[in-house]
């Protein structure tokens, strides 16, 4: 430890103390933000807190996070506040610091995570002593984190630039009409399915294996994660064969829409519509009309019921959704290997995009480690602004 800096345990340098009680009900409107235990929970007509202060969650998904606040404002019981310094500290010097040390995994484990005084009590604070050197380090981590945070902000832009260029392809192929063009019916176009789970004793029976796909299986690139659950053949006595270059589609809920593509013979549960097209359609072709926002946005409509409390399209829905087609084969084949020479370049680019984040969050982590450890210098190599 370098000299001039101090270890002490965390009740020796500050003292916790929760704020006052306030349920949702009990706001009176007002313009003082209320802090609970994960940020801003609401906005009440008094304050029980101004100046500058450091507020720490207490409960909820988000206890441990510390804020630094400089306002008037309400500080609910799931949320500590620093009511006694026993060192000198810079506020936000302190905030990183604290974040720095992830508070939250010194939280009880239940069905709501909850930090206590207790349970922080005995956490190692490590800092200089000298208000000059925390103000050094802040005005270093403002400036590394600022830089960082931009190049986060471009790289997460570029990365939905990727994602909006081909969504825009898909909108401009599968909206046209015109000649060679035909507007059809999904139950013009194959066989189409709606999943079912066969009870449990035809499901265990000893045998070959499928795959039985359920809605968290679907992926992001459109392909199924297979592997995540099997149904024995045998159980396809009381459930359903979809057959393989099927495309499935979660016909119920808040995932509603999303949409892969099987290369092989699966069931599926029956949250999940399938079509399995006919031979004058090029499996991959209805997958990438499903998946444009043609289709979704029909999909979402369609699925939209103000008497239903979850959307749902069923099987007469799915019936009727309408998309439109190429009927030569030869432009069904040029389509597809567009879409999926175009595919292959944004996800790559949004790989890319997703590995570059990663690195600057590892970067902040590795400066915070640096600037707790006495190792931070004036000069920090810091991202520049362009990605």
């Given at each position: ?39 801003i ?32 404002l ?7 506040k ?27 484990q ?97 045998g ?16 199924i ?83 239903a ?31 999926n ?15 570059k ?31």
């Amino acid at each position: 430890m370098r000299e001039g800096w101090i270890s002490d345990n965390l009740s020796n340098c500050v003292k916790l103390k929760s704020g006052d009680g306030l349920t949702a009900k009990k706001m009176i409107p007002g313009v003082f933000p209320v802090y609970g235990g994960n940020g801003i929970a609401g906005y009440h007509n008094e304050y029980n807190l101004k100046g500058k202060n450091i507020i720490i969650g207490r409960v909820g998904a988000l206890c441990g996070n510390a804020r630094f606040v400089d306002d008037k404002l309400w500080v609910t019981d799931n949320a500590f506040k620093i009511s006694e310094f026993k060192y000198e500290f810079e506020l936000k010097f302190l905030k990183y610091l604290l974040n720095h040390l992830n508070l939250r995994s010194y939280a009880r484990q239940s069905a709501q995570p909850v930090i206590s005084n207790s349970s922080l009590k005995d956490v190692i604070l490590t800092f200089p002593k000298s208000l000059s050197e925390q103000k050094q380090i802040v005005a270093i981590l403002d400036k590394a984190f600022a830089a960082i945070d931009q190049a986060i902000a471009n790289t997460e832009k570029n990365t939905q630039n990727a994602k909006d260029l081909f969504q825009s392809k898909l909108n401009a192929i599968f909206s046209q009409t015109g000649e060679g063009w035909e507007e059809k019916r999904l139950s013009d176009i194959g066989i189409v399915q709606t999943g079912t789970t066969p009870p449990t004793k035809d499901k265990t029976n000893y045998g070959d294996y499928m795959p039985f796909v359920k809605p968290p299986h679907f992926k992001s690139d459109g392909s199924i994660d297979s592997k995540k659950s099997m149904l024995s053949k045998k159980g396809l006595v009381k459930g359903r064969l979809i057959d393989k270059n099927s495309i499935l589609m979660v016909c119920i809920g808040a995932t509603i829409g999303k949409t892969g593509f099987t290369t092989i013979p699966v069931s599926a549960n029956q949250q999940i519509n399938a079509l399995t097209p006919s031979d004058n359609y090029i499996p991959k072709l209805l997958y990438f009309c499903l998946i444009s926002p043609y289709a979704q946005n029909q999909v979402l409509l369609s699925g939209s019921s103000a008497q239903a409390t979850l959307p749902i399209m069923n099987k007469s829905k799915w019936l009727k959704l309408k998309v439109n087609l190429p009927s030569e084969n030869t432009e069904q084949s040029r389509i597809v290997r567009l879409l999926n020479n175009l595919n292959l370049e944004c996800n790559n680019a949004e790989l890319k995009y997703e590995r570059k984040i990663t690195n600057l969050v590892e970067l902040k982590k590795s400066i915070l480690q640096k600037a707790f450890t006495g190792e931070l210098t004036r000069k920090v190599g810091l991202p520049t602004n362009s990605v």
